[in-house]
């Protein structure tokens, strides 16, 4: 008769036997060892599944940041089971859920502005041809509003003894394991990682930004970058312009600042830039500095496309002498989009 297995040995089988050097010390004795489903025991949810819109139940970016990742369903009937078990959590367990399906994350990767790298102004996926048919059906339910760590940690142990009658019905490979017992903490991933823990303002940025006409003072969030000042950059650590101490001494980035602040003040003083009716901007980091134009409420304001075009056909009448008493040194350059203020002002919070 076989000894029965302890339970760091059963680990220790499953890992593929102990570590060179280890040794298994018996455990409580387990006197059976669970088997897997076979996959062709599988069946069909005996329950009725919510035909419910998933649309409500979608995550989006102003949800989290910090939550707990509760079940992961996969196959044919993945977004139904996802809404049986959200729905349950809202209704029964009264926890905000919400639904993360695979077509909505296509890649794990930044395909068309999706997470994990996503970009601040992205709110929620928007998956098109071909990704939207080419991903594995999968959805996962995410649980929480916590804004700390430390409150998705207290939620994690709340969820873990929750037992969904949902899933009572519902086949696994792994019988043993009931309700959320394996759920795990996790963030947003429309949430930029740099929005998820609190920000500390930048003393040497806020000092440069203290004069009048900075980018704090606007109004809006939203403003139409027209110029950058920099240092050089090179993909050649040996290029001769950058070695010595002399050669930096020369880089642009030295008269970054002045330069903007001439430009802006000039923009100020031309009486067609004055027609527009916008305010000008500049705003010092410690890379570069940027020359902005006008405040504006929303990224589609049409006012900002009207100066965008005003601004391109005053481009070269503006460092052109000819046509006026005081020039431009660098041509304004506007951007084709208008700037999101909100990760520039968040410099300036303490």
Not at 241 to 252: A, C, E, I, R, T
């Amino acid at each position: 008769m076989k000894k029965p297995l302890t339970a760091l040995a059963l680990l220790a089988a499953l890992a593929g036997g102990p570590a060179r050097g280890q040794t298994v010390i018996p455990d409580k004795p387990v006197e059976v060892v669970p088997d897997l489903t076979d996959p062709d025991q599988f069946k069909d949810p005996s329950a009725a599944l919510p035909d419910d819109p998933i649309e409500p139940y979608l995550l989006t970016k102003d949800n989290g940041p910090f939550m707990v990742l509760a079940k992961t369903f996969r196959g044919p009937d993945s977004q139904k089971l996802a809404l049986a078990l959200a729905k349950e959590l809202r209704e029964v367990h009264g926890y905000p859920a919400y639904i993360l399906r695979s077509k909505d994350w296509p890649g794990r990767s930044n395909i068309r502005k999706i997470p994990p790298q996503a970009d601040t102004q992205v709110a929620q996926a928007s998956v098109n041809v071909p990704e939207k048919y080419r991903t594995y059906d999968e959805a996962a339910v995410l649980v929480g509003e916590e804004k700390t760590q430390d409150g998705a940690a207290k939620l994690l142990h709340e969820v873990k003894k929750i037992k969904p009658k949902c899933l009572d019905t519902v086949s696994s490979f792994f019988p043993w394991r009931e309700g959320l017992s394996k759920a795990i903490r996790t963030t947003n991933p429309y949430v930029a990682a740099q929005n998820l823990y609190p920000h500390k303002a930048d003393r040497l940025v806020v000092s440069m930004n203290s004069g009048e006409g900075n980018i704090a003072q606007c109004p809006g969030q939203f403003s139409l970058q027209v110029a950058e000042f920099t240092g050089r950059s090179s993909f050649n650590d040996k290029d001769p312009v950058f070695q010595g101490h002399w050669n930096l001494m020369k880089s642009p980035l030295r008269t970054a600042a002045s330069d903007a602040e001439k430009m802006a003040n000039t923009l100020r003083k031309d009486k067609d830039v004055a027609k527009l009716g916008q305010p000008i901007y500049v705003y010092h980091d410690r890379t570069s500095s940027r020359v902005f134009v006008g405040s504006f409420a929303s990224a589609d304001d049409p006012r900002a496309l009207a100066t965008r075009e005003s601004l391109l056909k005053l481009a070269v009448p503006l460092i052109d002498p000819n046509s006026r008493s005081k020039t431009l040194d660098t041509m304004i350059v506007p951007a084709g989009a208008l700037t999101d203020l909100a990760p520039i002002k968040q410099n300036f919070q303490k």
